[in-house]
């Protein structure tokens, strides 16, 4: 069983930052994959960030320098850590966990929470 449950979003001006964080009340196996995904009005879900069980991370090319993902081990959350906003970055943005590098990439996952919306305008 697992359950994502994300905070963290709001209002931020262009140049900005955030810092979004997902909580599992449910039970991660340390073989799983955490990530993030969003989506924005009009699209599909996208790929944002992953960490694997050893920590190593991977970022879409368009958040690469500006988001950080981060896991705390002991309380079973992950952080994505969200700078220099641009308005492009204007989605819903999903914790997501799956057992499939491959799938979370493609934008979907094994279960994911129910999201927090992240506005990025003047």
């Known amino acids: 069983q697992v359950q994502l449950v994300e905070s963290g979003g709001g209002l931020v001006q262009p140049g900005g930052s955030l810092r979004l964080s997902c909580a599992d009340s449910?039970?991660?196996?340390?073989?799983?994959?955490m990530g993030w995904l969003r989506q924005a009005p009009g699209k599909e879900r996208e790929f944002v960030a992953a960490?694997?069980?050893?920590?190593?991370?991977y970022y879409a090319d368009s958040v690469k320098g500006r988001f950080t993902i981060s896991r705390d081990n002991g309380q079973n959350t992950v952080h994505l850590q969200m700078n220099s906003l641009k308005p492009e970055d204007t989605a819903v943005y999903y914790c997501?966990?799956?057992?499939?590098?491959?799938?979370?990439?493609?934008?979907?996952?094994?279960?994911w929470g129910q999201g927090t919306l992240v506005t990025v305008s003047s």
């Open positions: 449910g039970r991660t196996f340390s073989s799983y994959i």
């Open positions: 960490i694997l069980w050893s920590g190593l991370r």
């Open positions: 997501a966990v799956t057992t499939s590098y491959g799938r979370i990439i493609s934008g979907a996952a094994d279960a």
